[in-house]
């Protein structure tokens, strides 16, 4: 599957290089929503697929297991927004400094704030000793600790990305899901129907379970079990008497993934497990562990190996831009303002909140805003229900540049991750990668997946903001 997927890519940058424009310098974009500075994200590229045989053929299975899990996940939305049910914020957001990075990139020439010139950062990114940028030592400072992750892939697209954990004093590896979208932290023990291996508690003395039971539900997957505490650690960055659910019961849908559990990233005032604990990120922040109070992510494309979550640091090597800031809305999920979408610079205004997702694999809308945006796709329609309810077709043959406005900026999503695939080997209609979140969900909703975070560099600051820097991903391989 691999192979195939680096010759699709390989295909699609031939693609794109061969219908660049000179002027075109790189990808992706960000623009000002001022019209008079400029309409349209710079050095755009676009999602036309020119070679039928290099395309990817829409997986059904893939997408319908995670529109249900999206479904169940956000079931408490609208009251977690609204601010009922949540926990008590025991960490304002004045005790934590906003995060600045040990690096900058210079701005664009032509003055449109955070205009990003790809060949211009790209030599610079490559090249570290060229003026203009620190490389900070983030391997080794203290205060920081990297979590290296894995791409669960599946019918060619990117579903999860898990990496290590340790659990209890011998330091056992757990490998666990990372999810802004949720937070808490659970593991399999001495659970007899879990697949993936669960954590074995014996010969940790720094275990110390309890009897209170914790349910968590992700989807149409479930998982329960009891209250545990123990250390639990990333490289140096350790909590020693760490909250978790230690799960004894783990629905289909779940253990059909890799990892074997999952940790929530999001702020611990919407924990479900335990209403008095912190998150592992929050613990980290209280005992003065990490150098800043933001974690970050780098996300890749259709690779394996390479993405990371850096806690207490910013990693300037996956960054080839400036860091633009997002004020969260409210310190529940990472939940930003979104004020709609682009297609080709024309935008399509709504009023949304977005919460900012490394657990969701796609982007979705409320029904409303994804009808308006598809039409401004000629040629698109609403997906047959036999592809799942929600999706949304375009002409494969249709070049386009799509984005997403957040907090009046513009942002653009690579095309190789909003096509989602051909309908089948010989349709000429594509899957688009946003979808309609249906009803039962605030109509101001919207969930950004992993498919915008491969193309941004996302830095979560515990000051109350998420930046985005336009990823390494986009540089021409
Ligand atoms: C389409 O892609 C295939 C490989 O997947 C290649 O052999 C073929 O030459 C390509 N066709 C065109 C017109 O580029
Ligand atoms: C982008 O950067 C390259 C390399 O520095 C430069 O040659 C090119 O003119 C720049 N393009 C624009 C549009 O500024
Ligand atoms: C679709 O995905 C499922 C689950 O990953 C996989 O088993 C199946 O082979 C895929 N189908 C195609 C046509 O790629
Ligand atoms: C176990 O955890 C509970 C809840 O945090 C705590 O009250 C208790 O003192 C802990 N016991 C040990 C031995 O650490
Ligand atoms: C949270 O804790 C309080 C007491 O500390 C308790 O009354 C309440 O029921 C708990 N809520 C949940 C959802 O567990
Ligand atoms: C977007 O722009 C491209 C390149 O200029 C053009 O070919 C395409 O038709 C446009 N698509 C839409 C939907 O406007
Ligand atoms: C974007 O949306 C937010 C909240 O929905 C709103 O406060 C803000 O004024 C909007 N910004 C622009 C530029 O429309």
Known sequence: MSSQLAVQLTLFVFTLSAGASPAADGWPAIMSLDRSKQSRPRGEETAAVKNVTAVRVFNTSVTAR???AVQVKYANAANFLAGIGINTDAHPEKGYPEFHPPSTFARSQDGVQGTFNATDAGARASGASEPGIVVAPVNNAPGTARMPLTDFMSGMLDVLYYGPMSFGSKQALM??????GSADLWVPMHCRGCRNPGYNERGST????????CTITYGTGKVSGTLA????AVGTAMVPQQAFCAVTEVSNDLDAEPNSGLLGLAFGSIAQASNSSNTFFENLLEQKALAASVFSVHLTRGVEKGSEVCF???DPTKARGPITWNRVVSRTYWSIPMN???VNGTQSPANLIAAIDTGTSLVYLPNAAADDFYAMIPGSAAASVQYGAGFYTFPCDTSLTVALILSGQSYAIH???FNLGRLDEESDQCVGGILALGS??????AIVGDEFLKSWYSVFDYAGRVGFAPSTNNQNQ
């Open 66 to 68: 995670e529109v249900r």
């Open 175 to 180: 490998q666990i899901d990372v999810d802004t």
């Open 206 to 213: 720094s275990f110390n379970g309890t009897t209170e039971g």
């Open 229 to 232: 505490y123990d250390t639990v």
């Open 312 to 314: 207490g640091c910013y």
């Open 340 to 342: 709609g979408t682009a």
């Open 415 to 417: 095309p190789d991750d």
């Open 440 to 445: 039962g969900f605030p109509n101001d909703l």
